[in-house]
């Protein structure tokens, strides 16, 4: 067998076993970087050699180089199952994976204002959109879990959703609502047997707001990091983080700790005023 040949067995495989999402990824790198890389070759003679090789020319994208090295190691167990290649000798199995550097782009006050006053200004040519983007903003969650979150899954202050990217823990993920969430929610019409903004993505005035306001390099996914960071300077523990977050591991939230040293410093020198202040 040829490995473009394994592929397709192998996608076959991840579109029944898989979430839709996992089989899109794994989609995407076979039918991008391995079929054309290696899909001639034959199973068998796909060495380590010939992985690192290639692995070695994505050094400057470490997540993907590591991304595709996972695809890999799970195409060609898959293999080994099958019968393949023999048992225990899986080419990428002493891959070494590339550091990833962890994005921290939070937003500023003066680009929070900006952002602000636009989706203000969008609010009724655009409703769908600015709530949802409203919905990122007041309650980190992941724009994914916004864009599933149907009407029935609104429970009072709360969504329950039951199909998520944590669900291997067993629990629903709770997305917890403030007032303002609620509000926002309130203003939309209901779609019958949609979701609650009745769109996937606010892709498009995304990007029309950063164009018109100038702010560079931040992405919908940032909203998160940034409600994360007010969380902690308003004095919400990592824990409290966590599940706000809906982190299923507790590392997960510790990307955010180095956000704590800023809180600390900002607290100690105001306690250092205040101290100066009673000495005059």
């Known amino acids: 067998m040829k490995v473009d040949s394994l592929c397709d067995r192998f996608l076959q495989w991840a579109l ?13 790198y076979v039918n991008q970087h391995i079929i054309p890389r290696f899909g001639k070759m034959h199973v068998s003679d796909v060495s380590a050699m010939d992985v690192e090789s290639y692995i070695s020319q994505l050094r400057a994208t470490p997540i993907l180089a590591n991304r595709l090295i996972s695809t890999l190691s799970k195409l060609f167990n898959m293999a080994e199952k099958w019968g393949f290649r023999p048992q225990g000798s899986n080419p990428t199995r002493h891959a070494e ?10 937003l500023s006050k003066e680009e929070a204002t900006k952002i602000m006053d636009r989706l203000t200004f969008y609010e009724k ?21 916004i864009a599933q979150a149907r009407p029935e899954q609104l ?26 969430a609620v509000a926002v ?26 164009e018109e306001t100038g702010i560079t390099g931040l992405r919908m996914y940032d909203l998160r990091h940034n409600f994360a960071s007010v969380a902690l300077a308003s004095g919400s523990t990592l824990g409290e983080i966590g599940e706000l ?7 997960s939230t510790k990307r955010y700790a180095h956000l704590i040293e800023d809180v ?17």
Not at 97 to 106: L, N, P, Q, S
Not at 264 to 280: E, L, P
Request: hydrophobic residues 30%; aromatic residues 10%; positive net charge.
């Open 16 to 28: 029944s076993r898989k979430k839709p999402k996992t089989y899109k990824e794994y989609a995407r």
């Open 97 to 106: 994976r590339y550091r990833e550097k962890a994005r921290k782009r939070y």
């Open 125 to 145: 040519q655009r409703p769908q959109a600015v709530a949802f983007l409203w919905l990122l903003l007041y309650t980190g969650a992941r724009p994914a879990e």
């Open 155 to 180: 429970k009072g202050n709360r969504f329950e959703l039951e199909d998520h990217k944590t669900d291997r823990t067993g629990r629903d993920r709770i997305i917890y609502l403030p007032p303002q």
């Open 185 to 210: 929610i309130s203003s939309l019409p209901r779609y019958q047997g949609g979701t609650i903004t009745g769109i996937k993505s606010p892709t498009r005035l995304w990007r029309t707001i950063l």
């Open 245 to 251: 977050l809906g982190h299923s591991c507790p590392t």
């Open 264 to 280: 600390a410093v900002a607290r100690a020198t105001k306690i250092a005023a205040y101290i100066d202040n009673m000495g005059r």
